[in-house]
């Protein structure tokens, strides 16, 4: 059976840094696409980054400069750097995974091109 994991989240300053990371387990990951998603209170789910099996990238507008995506195939590990965080950045962070041998749908951050979810991480951002 699948699982992805989410770990890292936590309460930062404005400005602060938190890498997440998360785990796969179940599945050699390395074929599939890999997103990053978050969703506030009272706010829709909104993609945040995708990594695809051959490296490439794709931000969303508002944290590009800031989010770095990438992922260690050997770890099966799926990471996201969150460098300058701001208190728009607070939400439940997801990460996710395409089926297998699937690329990262288009557009990239649309969820529903994800078949598998973690659980979540918390990432609160006080300014």
């Known amino acids: 059976q699948v699982r992805l994991v989410e770990s890292g989240g936590g309460s930062v300053q404005s400005g602060g840094s938190l890498r997440l990371s998360c785990a796969v387990s179940g599945y050699t990951y390395s074929s599939s696409c890999m997103g990053w998603f978050r969703q506030a209170p009272g706010k829709e789910r909104e993609g945040v980054a995708s990594?695809?099996?051959?490296?490439?990238?794709t931000y969303a507008d508002s944290v590009k400069g800031r989010f770095t995506v990438s992922k260690d195939n050997a770890k099966n590990t799926l990471y996201l750097q969150m460098n300058s965080l701001k208190p728009e950045d607070t939400a439940m962070y997801y990460c996710?995974?395409?089926?297998?041998?699937?690329?990262?749908?288009?557009?990239?951050?649309?969820?529903?091109?994800?078949?598998?979810w973690g659980q979540g991480t918390q990432v609160t951002v006080s300014s």
């Open positions: 996710a995974q395409t089926l297998p041998q699937w690329p990262c749908p288009v557009p990239a951050l649309m969820s529903r091109g994800y078949a598998r």
């Open positions: 990594i695809d099996s051959d490296g490439s990238t």
